[in-house]
């Protein structure tokens, strides 16, 4: 993918303006990998134009790799493989080394009813503040004529990491962060929240979390989102139960994906 880059960011070097992402991926299916348990339901997405998020790099690379903590973008330019990096959080205790080769956008970190296409400078990228959404709209920008979200419920705190192997590594990968930023508060903050909220899951004991429990403007959000690319003739696929299909998005199963390698 041929992405021009603008800038510069003090002190940052580079960062790309979204609009430059305009069709790149025109009339191709797109996946998006979040983090929930369903993410182990497909084992391969060799070949495919995927845009992965949060720790979905864990388990599979991705075209594009998108987040809005200090802790993933740590986390993913240390041990991911995705081929770009699309970072929305903040910037200033990083240094240049921990964002090279990733595209950082700071001033477009808005959530709204709307995927605004195509992108100028005039208007809005959906923020990171659900992730989903953020790809969602980076999907639509690309051009997909079909979305395919994996891994994304809202169903339960879990993740695809919580119960297995992958929890030990993430355990491993974040006190070795931790002990290289070991001189700078907020991002070993950052990646302590990170072990506690996430990996030990404190605090969530026995609770089992929904949709509704999120702020009621994510499953308005995902609705309005599903509205327009159904009026602009994009397909919306889902593979798990959860917010999606609450949303009226169609599910299939895992098996889906195989037409597509």
Not at 41 to 69: A, Q, R
Not at 116 to 130: D, M
Not at 157 to 184: G, M, T, W
Not at 190 to 203: S, V, Y
Request: aromatic content about 10%; charged content about 20%; hydrophobic content about 35%.
């Amino acid at each position: 993918m041929d992405l021009k880059l603008r800038g510069p960011i003090p002190l940052y070097g580079n960062y790309l303006v979204v609009f430059d992402f305009n069709d790149l991926y025109k009339n191709e299916t797109i996946f998006i990998l979040g983090n929930g348990p369903g993410l182990l339901k497909v084992d391969n997405f060799d070949n495919l134009i995927t845009i992965g998020t949060n720790c979905s790099w864990l388990h599979c690379p991705s075209t594009i790799y998108m987040t809005g903590h200090m802790s993933h973008l740590l986390m993913h330019n240390e041990y991911g493989k995705s081929e770009h990096c699309i970072y929305q959080g903040p910037y200033e205790p990083l240094e240049k080394r921990d964002i090279v080769d990733s595209y950082v956008i700071t001033d477009r970190n808005i959530v709204s009813d709307s995927l605004p296409k195509p992108i100028t400078e005039q208007t809005n990228f959906s923020g990171a503040e659900n992730i989903a959404f953020a790809a969602t709209h980076l999907a639509y920008i690309l051009g997909a004529s079909r979305i395919v979200y994996v891994g994304i419920d809202c169903l339960t705190p879990k993740h695809f990491y919580s119960d297995n192997s992958y929890k030990n590594r993430l355990v491993q990968i974040c006190e070795e962060l931790q002990n290289k930023h070991a001189n700078k508060l907020e991002i070993v903050s950052d990646i302590q929240d990170f072990i506690e909220c996430n990996i030990e899951q404190k605090g969530w004991e026995g609770h089992q979390i929904s949709y509704l429990e999120s702020p009621l403007h994510y499953l308005s959000t995902l609705k309005s989102y599903h509205r327009i690319l159904q009026d602009n003739n994009v397909d919306v696929i889902c593979l798990d139960d959860g917010i999606c299909t609450e949303a009226g998005i169609p599910k299939e199963r895992a098996e889906y994906v195989r037409q597509f390698n």
